[in-house]
């Protein structure tokens, strides 16, 4: 399938980015932590400007893979960033990712490959109404707006700093996020779907500025989730919350057909909850939190 190939690209690009911008902020001051300082010494490292190119590449590949598949396809097929990142963390820096890395890698691997083979997808190129985006958009921003506030108001108790506190607010926010991501990989479904039929007036949709918006607003969110807590909720959050939205978005905005008769149903459920346990068991591996705490 096209689409898969094109978002494993996109995914390993993804892996590549980490990497390479944490490279070039590794030896950052100190004092630059959370400071548009940290861009403008960022720029300055020919390694960051590298993995910044590597990102660019991933966003170009994750929409052909978008144009060429179903929302709920090429989503959770990006969750496998983090293999690649382990890989490359032990065939290049030859770093020990232990048994979570590897049975995290494994489970990634089987059950993205029997989700995919047990729904069979399809579809997917319905333009959604006017209507149907509202109805999307305004249920993302209310679930994003409730777990933003919920994790500020567990900012604003007396024992903020606790360890659980900060896990919780992390989860939150990274949940928050990983909405956001969704929503913004929609409206760049959308806009591929314009882009088929007249790339000149792509310009003149609503949908192209929406992408950019939200996808902003979770880049926000996501800063957020890797300051208030441990990177193993946030990233957890993100990489687990992302696919499973966009398969609901894909479902009812675009018209994705996944096989849910018979055992397929259950395969699909199965498949999907051995990826959720691969991807965690990744994010909780010390090589891949080191990896996207530099990077984050």
């Known amino acids: 399938m096209v689409a898969v190939g094109l978002a494993l ?28 300082r940290l861009i403008a010494y960022a720029f300055t490292k020919p390694v960051w400007l590298a993995g910044f190119a590597a990102m660019i590449a991933g966003f170009v590949f994750q ?11 090429v989503q959770p097929t990006l969750t496998t960033e983090l293999v690649f990142l382990m890989l490359i963390l032990v065939i290049v820096f030859r770093r020990r990712v232990g048994w979570s890395g590897w049975s ?16 069979d997808p399809g579809g997917g190129k319905r333009v959604p109404s006017l209507e149907s985006w509202g109805e999307v ?25 606790s360890h659980v506190l900060g896990f919780w607010r992390s989860a939150l926010f990274g949940t928050a996020a990983a909405i956001g991501f969704a929503l913004a990989a929609s409206f760049m479904k959308d806009v591929t779907i314009f882009l088929g039929r007249d790339w000149v007036s792509v310009f003149s949709h609503w949908e192209l500025y929406a992408m950019v918006a939200s996808g902003i607003l979770a880049l926000f969110l996501a800063q957020n989730a890797f300051q208030a807590g441990p990177i193993t909720a946030s990233q957890s959050a993100l990489v687990v919350v992302d696919p499973l939205a966009s398969i609901l978005i894909g479902i009812g905005l675009f018209g994705d057909r996944l096989q849910t008769s018979g055992i397929r149903g259950t395969a699909e459920a199965l498949g999907l909850v051995v990826l959720f346990l691969g991807v965690t068991s990744l994010s909780r591996a010390s090589a891949i939190i080191e990896a996207k705490r530099a990077a984050a």
């Open 9 to 36: 690209v996109a995914a390993f690009a993804n892996a590549l980015t980490t990497i390479l911008q944490r490279a070039g902020v590794r030896e950052a001051p100190r004092e630059m932590s959370l400071s548009w």
């Open 63 to 73: 929409f052909l893979a978008l144009d060429h598949g179903a929302l709920s396809v």
């Open 104 to 119: 995290g890698g494994l489970l990634t691997c089987v059950g993205l490959s029997a989700f995919l083979v047990a729904a």
């Open 137 to 161: 958009v305004a249920s993302c921003i209310a679930a994003m707006a409730l777990l933003t506030m919920a994790a500020a108001a567990l900012g604003m108790r007396s024992d903020k700093h």
